[in-house]
Every structure is written in structure tokens, then in C-alpha cells.
């Protein structure tokens, strides 16, 4: 089945410093991914995707990279703000849809 | 209106007792999840059904039995509850032929004393 490892497990930036998420997944027949925000005592919401066909997607702030042939994808947050502080989750499956294996989790801390 | 909704938000139960905790989705999707996300935040996939119909039992001790009545509803039963079953427990439905990920629930969070 898939594996999915995320690095760092927490990260602590200055107000509008960037930050940067690492996902690595096992199964190469993955082709979605997606990843999730959840604040505190919240339920997980998606706030990017990416599928494999593309290889960098902007929303804002955000961005999302996949790089299928290392089996990595990243996400990046610019201009980091206090309300950006949640744990932040990778997820990989092979069809948007179906069962999503998740990575550990990030804890992001956005210092005022 | 809730798109994914969970009944109830808070449990708190002794040991050995036994528990359900249900799922709704108003979503009209055809598949629906249990997670379970423990101290450490990390969300492990417990069941997922497919029209009402059991497609994956991950490692799960059998004290957990998942019942869908009909696609839009998803309920946990829980049998003689121990500590470490304390956990919040999302729900998530998605729809297999869509280009979209899941939506899910606002959680219930079991507390076993």
C-alpha cells in the first residue's frame, strides 16, 4: 500500500518569512494530491491539490510542487501570517476520490 | 448546512461501556471514511464504504463495526470502549468519479476514563 513521510513534523517562522512542507509517497500509481490545513480543535480542510499531470500549481500565497520521478511533492507558503498557524497535512491516493493515505503532519507556528 | 455532519461532538464514557457515533453527508457523494486521529495529529484510515458496501477494514480491532444504512449515512459502533480508543474520529465522504478530494466532519472527540 502507500506510504507517505512529512518533514519537517513542526515549523517555526517570523511573520512573512516563507515556509516549506516536504512530502515523499511510495506508490508510483499515485496521481492526486492534496494537502489540508487544521486549526485547532477543526476539522481538516483542503486548501491545495495538485495532480500529476501538472507539475506546480499558485493559489496566493501558496504553492504546491510534484516532482513524480523523485516521488516528492512540497508545499509553500509565502508571506507567512499569524492565522497561517495549524497543522498541515500531505495526502497521496491514485484517483481523486478514493482512500487518501495522509502524511504525519506539520505544525506550523507563525510567530507575530 | 453541513455538508459532512457528526452527532455526537463530545463523548465521555467509562470503560467497557459501548458507543456509536454517527455520520451523515448531504454531499450526494458514494463513498464514506472513519479516521481516527490521535494525540500525535496523525490520521489513520479505519473504514471506508462504497454505496453502502465495505471496500476497505484496515488493522481495526473488531470491537469497531462500521453499518451503513444507506450512501449518505456511516455510523461507528464501538464495544467494550478502552483508554486507548480515545481519539477524535473524523468522518469524510468523497465521490470516486470526481476530480475532488474528501470533505469532512467537524469530529467527535471520544474520551474513555
Known amino acids: 500500500g502507500e506510504n507517505v513521510e512529512q518533514h519537517p513534523s513542526t515549523l517555526s517562522v517570523q511573520e512573512g518569512d516563507s515556509a516549506v512542507i516536504k512530502c515523499t509517497y511510495s506508490?508510483?500509481?499515485?496521481?492526486?494530491f492534496p494537502w489540508y490545513k487544521q486549526e485547532l480543535g477543526k476539522r481538516p480542510q483542503l486548501i491545495i491539490d495538485?495532480?500529476?499531470?501538472?507539475g506546480e500549481k499558485k493559489d496566493q500565497r501558496i504553492a504546491v510542487t510534484l516532482n513524480k520521478t523523485a516521488k516528492h511533492f512540497s508545499l509553500h507558503i509565502t508571506e507567512t501570517q499569524p492565522e497561517d498557524s495549524a497543522v498541515y497535512f500531505c495526502?497521496?491516493?491514485?484517483?481523486?476520490?478514493?482512500?487518501?493515505?495522509f502524511g504525519g503532519g506539520t505544525r506550523l507556528m507563525v510567530k507575530p | 448546512d453541513t455538508a459532512v455532519s457528526q452527532t455526537p461532538k463530545y463523548l465521555v464514557t467509562q470503560m467497557g461501556n459501548d458507543k456509536s457515533i454517527k455520520c451523515e453527508q448531504n454531499?450526494?457523494?458514494?463513498?464514506m471514511y472513519w479516521y481516527k486521529q490521535d494525540s500525535k495529529k496523525f490520521l489513520k484510515i479505519m473504514f471506508s464504504?462504497?454505496?453502502?458496501?465495505?471496500?476497505i477494514n484496515e488493522t481495526v480491532p473488531n470491537r469497531f463495526s462500521p453499518k451503513s444504512p444507506d450512501k449518505a449515512h456511516l455510523n461507528l459502533h464501538i464495544n467494550s470502549l478502552e483508554l486507548g480508543d480515545s481519539a477524535v474520529y473524523f468522518c469524510?465522504?468523497?465521490?470516486?468519479?470526481?476530480?475532488?478530494?474528501?470533505?469532512f466532519g467537524s469530529g467527535t472527540r471520544l474520551t474513555v476514563v
Open positions: 464504504y462504497n454505496n453502502k458496501e465495505l471496500i
Open positions: 495538485i495532480r500529476s499531470n501538472v
Open positions: 495526502a497521496a491516493s491514485r484517483n481523486a476520490g478514493n482512500m487518501l493515505t
Open positions: 454531499l450526494g457523494h458514494d463513498t
Open positions: 469524510a465522504s468523497s465521490q470516486r468519479s470526481t476530480n475532488y478530494g474528501y470533505t
Open positions: 506508490d508510483s500509481a499515485s496521481n492526486y
